[in-house]
């Protein structure tokens, strides 16, 4: 399974959006998480749905859910959060794509998750293959180039040559092993 990880930089981009929607050939099943949107509750649960209609228009079949929804994660008391992995390999039976907006449930309260928490926690109950984060330009070569960060030599050694994408590679040194790419390429 694959899991793919898309930043508020990101979801701002138009052409990052086109480039996600029509490049998505991804033949195993994946999860998509991306950051909060605008600061709030309201705008982060649409930019997941908007995503989910965007995709569905380029016929993957996905389906597209907040956090909080059918409690797929919780957040507990001691801050710690949890994952429903039984009901996300349930939903993923009859999907290509699982999207899941930042939006957590704390108490009697809905509010907005930290989305590389939700990723951590994923990753550690989900036999995840491949991690792709997608660099801060859609347009910057070295998303063309599929790189993959797993050490802390390989993040010095891309940031010297890549120092406009520093943000990217330091969050896929930071989720690593990862691999980063661009839109157009992470299909591949």
Request: charged fraction near 25%.
């Amino acid at each position: 399974m694959k899991l793919l990880y898309i930043t508020e930089a990101n979801l701002r981009d138009r052409l990052f959006i086109r480039d996600l929607v029509f490049s998505y050939k991804l033949k195993d099943k994946a999860i998509l998480i991306h950051d909060t949107f605008g600061g709030t509750v309201r705008d982060t649960r649409f930019v997941t749905k908007r995503i989910s209609a965007m995709l569905s228009e380029t016929m993957v079949y996905n389906n597209a859910f907040s956090a909080d929804q059918r409690n797929l994660f919780s957040l507990k008391e001691s801050g710690n959060m949890e994952i429903d992995a039984e009901k996300i390999h349930k939903l993923l039976e009859t999907v290509q794509l699982l999207i899941i907006g930042p939006v957590i449930k704390k108490g009697d309260s809905t509010e907005l998750a930290d989305p590389l928490q939700m990723v951590e926690v994923t990753r550690t109950y989900l036999d995840i293959s491949d991690m792709i984060v997608f660099t801060s330009n859609p347009l910057s070569p070295l998303g063309a180039k599929n790189i993959r960060i797993e050490t802390d030599a390989d993040l010095e050694k891309m940031i010297t040559v890549y120092e406009e994408e520093s943000a990217a590679l330091r969050l896929a040194h930071r989720l690593r092993p990862a691999r980063i790419t661009s839109p157009a390429n992470y299909s591949q």
